[in-house]
């Protein structure tokens, strides 16, 4: 079945460098990007996208990973991709959370570390299921940045142009 998926390149992603080579390892999956961007994450974007982590002790330090805060690169790229088992195949990809058990082949377990605090620089974000994937690209993008209508819009029109909102 076709899906969508959010996959960030996180900023130790950027600072070494991977961009190519992930877009590359990703490009094997023969999906199709329908979005794609580089992103200054805000301190309210990087909650609302790790809120279900905000109860744990590594959140201050995750919240200023995502923001690109330890690697002195206030950027992370995002990306919409988009076709048949879109999340599994990105998973599987990606590797598991913890670099250290993620399959020493997989983009985490090749780049991946774990720094001396214990937080896991994994370089990549994968959305985990299909409900996930629509809350996080409904977060990451509007509706006139992904090329194919995901998910229900609502048209506004403000000074005579029109601009589409998720609903
Ligand atoms: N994370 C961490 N330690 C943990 C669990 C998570 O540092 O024990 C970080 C890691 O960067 C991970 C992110 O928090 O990618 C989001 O965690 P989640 O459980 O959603 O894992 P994911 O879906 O990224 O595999
Ligand atoms: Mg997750």
Redesign the pocket.
Known sequence: MNEAVLILI?PDGLRKSLTGNILTRLSETKLEIVAAKMVRVSEELAHAH?A??EN?S?FP??VR?IRGELHDRRKTMALVYWGNGAILKC?QL?G???PEEAEATSIRGSYGR?TTA?????VI????NQEEAEREIKLWFKPDEVIVPLYPLKEITKDKVKTNLWT
Not at 118 to 122: A, F, M, S, T, V
């Open positions: 996180k790790y279900h982590l744990e590594f330090d995750l990973y998973r990606a598991a959370t913890n774990i214990g937080l896991y620089e994994n974000h994968v959305s985990g």
